[in-house]
């Protein structure tokens, strides 16, 4: 199974975003999403952003991620 993770972009540098994936930076290819910007939250997975999230959608998979404790609570 695999699996995408929502992540907040906090930079880029050319087609690589370097983002913030529940308090883990993590640099992310931004080839399938071009027009992803700073502050966007994109769909991460294996390294690529596959597509961006609306900020609501977002938030409320990272919560649910975390009431599965699938994320720490100091995140």
């Not at 992803?36 to 649910?64: F, M, S």
Request: proline share 4%.
């Amino acid at each position: 199974m695999c699996l995408a993770v929502p992540a907040q972009i906090e930079s880029i540098n050319g087609d690589i975003a370097e983002a913030d994936m529940a308090g883990t930076k993590v640099r992310a290819s931004l080839m399938m999403v071009p027009d992803a910007k700073v502050g966007d939250y994109i769909l991460l997975h294996t390294g690529y952003a596959i597509q961006v999230l609306d900020e609501a959608d977002a938030l409320e998979t990272l919560k649910l991620f975390k009431e599965m404790e699938m994320i720490p609570e100091n995140s």
